[in-house]
């Protein structure tokens, strides 16, 4: 059985098309992209939910290991860890009610590390609460310029967070490096997420992290399709040129990775290696993904 196969609809995007047929291309897949993410993104209470266990879990992790280093973050410490997620939280907070980005707001971090916690916690907590009390459309600048909104952020914040409760793990097995993951039995791995979330995280990964971007720029050497094993769910994509395309379904592609949603997920993020995922075609369109915005 073949990984993927030739969409009898859609022809494949080369890196030879057209300028003309690129825009069409390109209109076709923004618009597809757009109505998917209104239609099918998780559902809010889904995700605030997620978004608490996720930090009350990333908190129970730190606590006994804080100058553990995090493997997936180089150079970082867990209490750097704990200061980066804090801090996004009270950022996040503030930029609720404004439509632009709003300026003299100081972070104050502890200046005891028996401090990190209640100060860690004290953060999501605020946030937890605004998510619980405020409308999907309220009001909340965030950096890609469209859906300035409190249902834009509770999707973001949670795939924040359960990205970084998986660090906070790998800190406390004391593994040395992502490579390393590679050593382990598959049932030892940390997920946590159930094929819904990683879905919506990989869906998110796509649209905002990476595609949403502004600034993003250069090119993959070719296209890659994503297959998820535990859910129905494919992607393939496309970077031409600082424009990123999604296409949903099955659909040839030069480069394609198979495996569970959770495996994808931690994979788009950079926190496990391709080598543990079946890998099929142009290994360099998969390498080149490792440069790609984190």
Sequence with gaps: MHLVRRHPTRPRLSLKSN????AIFCFNQWLATEIFARLFAMERNELISHFKQECERFAALCAAVLDHAVPSCPGWTVQDLIEHLGTVHRRAAFRV???VDPTGYEINLPTESSEIFNWFNEGWRNLYQIFTTH???YPAWNWTGKNQTVGWMIRRQSHEAAIHRFDAELAH???PSVNAIKSLPTESIPFGY???FAKDGIDERLEITIGGRKNLSGSLPGSLHLHATDIDAEWTVT???GVMTIYRGHQKA???IKASASELYLWSWGRLPAEILQCVGNLEVIEAWKKLPA
């Design 19 to 22: 300028s003309s047929e690129k």
């Design 97 to 99: 009610g404004s439509d």
């Design 135 to 137: 409308p999907d459309d």
């Design 173 to 175: 097995m004391g593994i």
């Design 194 to 196: 159930t094929p819904e």
């Design 239 to 241: 970077l031409i040129d």
């Design 254 to 256: 030069d480069a394609a």
